[in-house]
């Protein structure tokens, strides 16, 4: 591999890299070189001589994705972990904060900084460092995006424009991206704003004159016309993003966090059709995350708490519980969240939830006590998949992210229960209630088991899809899923990213592999 225009930043596969061939689905590829910019500039070196090359590219973050989609089939690894910087923060005439961070910043480094408010700021320009004065004096920031895995880099949530346990109130990561840096397939960089590149009967002109065209049939109110937004959750197949600008909000004034424990799942499903069809006021005090875990989920956090350790500030809970459900209130009235809250109280005792089994904290501390609790729900299957994986290593993670949009909760529980029990699988059934998005994760014995799995949820990909949901909501499509839209229509949203693909990426170097039946 030749690498003299990239400065000697391409090195060739050797063994200490061997955990780049992996990500969190446990599933493993192979390449040939790997490289770790730190900055724009070697991205867009590295990325010249590649393609000068025709060396396929895959890009990495974290590797905490759970569909294969950093996983590399062949070509380089272009591996964004060190460029973690925080570039400096705006503000606008509205007096709205924006941060912008380097791709490989994870969501628990981006947190801190914004809580302590120490950054690096050697290299802020003069509007940046005004910015932070303002920062420092204005009410605590946030990013609203929550996805569980807090190690997840940023790049990688906006690559799958995740969804988070707060994705009910204030929507997926793309929401909160306000611009993005976009090196392309001829190693260019393109700055990209929300609004500025928009689909008109389906064309949209890029800077440097090149225009893309899509099917304006495909560009409906349900797929964005913003060129950002399809960029966002593209899984780098059309480019790799080298910053970001992130949208801030100030953080809520009060926040409760609550977990409501059921004898029964049904009772569980009562309750949340209750909070779901409650009268909702006009005040700014809400409910932001309803999140359901079943009683297989409860048994696995149960057996990763005492066999690791980590939750060691987590209460314990009876054994005899078959159901939770995780909530968050946020507010800037105590009065409101206060009456919410005693709301919810008496509607999940109605419910049958007994008062002295509920948890209940309040203030940003105490509620990272109970997200510990719920961000556990992944871990702990992951925790036992690999206990799988030590008897046969062709296992991999089998789970669900299948968002219905109409139904009821509980059609929706009663088939995956029913279909996981007449093949004689366990799974544990954990997500967002709110928006009848379940993730089911499969937990096999054997190989045979495994293969089982796999078979039940392309069963499910047809039912979901035949009933008008997605079989895709969060975490992509990857290398894992993509077989899924082999028996099924391919979404709109994958037909618009197909068309600008065969444009932006004719020969196919950007994530070889990823999203599309055919690579």
């Known amino acids: 591999m030749k690498a003299e225009k990239s400065g000697g930043l391409i090195q060739p596969l050797e063994e200490r890299h061997r955990d780049y061939f992996q990500d969190e689905s446990r599933t493993s590829g192979i390449a040939e070189s790997i490289s770790f910019p730190k900055n724009e500039a070697q991205v867009q070196a590295i990325v010249k001589t590649l393609l000068e090359q025709q060396q396929p590219i895959t890009v990495q973050g974290s590797r905490t ?82 996805p569980s895995e807090r190690s997840a880099s940023i790049g990688g949530i906006a690559a799958n424009n995740s969804r988070g346990i707060c994705a009910h109130h204030y929507g997926p990561a793309g929401h909160h991206i306000k611009r993005i840096h976009v090196v392309d397939m001829n190693g260019r960089i393109h700055s990209i704003t929300r609004g500025q590149f928009v689909f008109a009967q389906g064309i949209c002109p890029l800077p440097g004159g090149t225009i893309i065209r899509v099917d304006p049939a495909n560009l409906q109110p349900e797929s964005p016309n913003d060129l950002m937004d399809l960029y966002l959750g593209s899984e780098g197949m059309l480019g790799v993003i ?165 139904g009821s909760l509980s059609e929706m529980l009663e088939m995956y229960g029913k279909d996981l029990q007449a093949r004689g699988l366990k799974a544990a059934i954990f997500g967002h209630a709110a928006d009848k998005h379940f993730h089911v994760n499969i937990l096999p014995q054997d190989y045979q088991q495994f293969d089982e799995g796999r078979a039940l949820m392309e069963d499910w990909a047809k039912k979901i899809s035949a009933m008008g949901g997605n079989i895709t909501a969060e975490h992509g499509v990857g290398k894992i899923k993509k077989n899924l839209f082999r028996s099924i229509p391919l979404p709109v949203r994958l037909k618009v990213i197909r068309s600008l693909k065969r444009q932006l990426d004719p020969n196919g170097l950007w994530n070889p592999g990823n999203m599309l039946n055919s690579d």
Not at 87 to 102: A, P, T, Y
């Open 242 to 406: 080298t910053e970001l600008t992130l949208s801030l909000q100030a953080l809520p004034r009060e926040l409760w966090g609550i977990v409501f424990f059921f004898e029964a799942p049904s009772q569980a499903v009562d309750f949340l059709q209750a909070i779901d069809q409650r009268q909702k006021n006009e005040s700014d005090t809400d409910i932001v995350a309803i999140e359901f875990m079943d009683q297989t989920t409860l048994e696995c956090i149960r057996e990763y708490k005492s066999e690791t350790g980590r939750l060691r500030e987590v209460p314990a809970w009876d054994t005899r519980l078959a159901a939770a459900v995780y909530m968050e209130i946020h507010g800037n009235h105590p009065e409101e969240v206060e009456a919410l809250s005693e709301w919810l109280l008496e509607t999940a005792a109605e419910c049958g939830s007994d008062p002295d089994t509920t948890w209940a904290f309040c203030g940003e501390i105490e509620i990272e006590r109970l997200r510990l609790f719920r961000h556990a729900a992944p871990e702990a299957v992951n925790h036992l998949i690999d206990k799988a994986r030590q008897v046969d290593s062709r296992i991999a993670k089998l789970g669900t992210d299948m968002r219905l949009r109409n």
């Open 65 to 146: 994705g759970i569909t294969g989609g950093a996983v590399p089939v062949c070509g380089h690894i272009l591996n964004l972990s060190k460029m973690t910087k925080v570039m400096g923060l705006e503000l606008d005439n509205e007096g709205k904060f924006s941060i912008r961070v380097q791709p490989g910043i994870s969501l628990a480094e981006l947190d801190q900084q914004l809580y302590s408010g120490r950054f690096d700021r050697h290299s802020w320009d003069q509007n940046a460092l005004s910015a932070l004065e303002a920062f420092n004096k204005a009410d605590r920031q946030f990013w609203p995006p929550d």
